[in-house]
């Protein structure tokens, strides 16, 4: 009778074990959305066209001529990008994760100020789409940049930024895929996860 009991328990403890770690990844399932799409994980470019639909626009001249003169977000893949780094003798590239909580993911317009005072253009990219936080950066010299997620006919960051490299650059050089990666006449030169590395490379 004694081992039954002590059986039971046991049991009953395996139970309670599983019941609380459904609902702790229920809880971390729960945290990582964001507007119905989970951070970082997928691009969300379809659901920010709904909620702000004058937002996300299509290149409709160089991506080089355009100017932040509209507050815009313009959807490019990496071979429109690439056209407009071959004329630029030298440019950074930043990969910004709007939800980002890392002390190395720093705002753009904060980017923009050290990109001034190097004379460096700066190309904000946006690993995915969100409606609010794009709307907050309109005091950069050039619009944020969106990966187009139709091009790349995925919604998965990880396949679509694979892809807007690929097209970007086949990084033979040795140079990785990183947060800050500077290019000079369309060649990838430097690449840093934290900017004050990259730009201090730069002078």
Known sequence: ?????????????????????????????????INGSFQSLYGYQEGTMKKCPDLILKLNSSLCSHQNTTDNVYSINGLELKDCLKTIPKALIYIWKPHCPSEACISPVYLQRKCDAQNIPLFVV????????????????KPIFGIDQDY???????????????DLSNFENGISRKMFVLFENGVPTQSK??????LTIAD
């Open 1 to 33: 009778m004694k081992r039954m009991k002590v059986k039971n328990r046991r049991t009953m403890k395996k139970l309670l074990f599983k019941v609380a770690s459904v609902w702790l990844l229920l809880l971390i399932f729960n945290s990582c959305k």
């Open 126 to 141: 946006a690993e995915y789409y969100d409606c609010e936080l794009m709307q907050l950066n309109n005091i950069l010299d």
């Open 152 to 166: 790349y006919n995925t919604n998965l960051t990880s396949k679509y930024l694979m892809k807007f490299w690929n």
């Open 193 to 198: 996860s934290h900017v004050e590395e990259i």
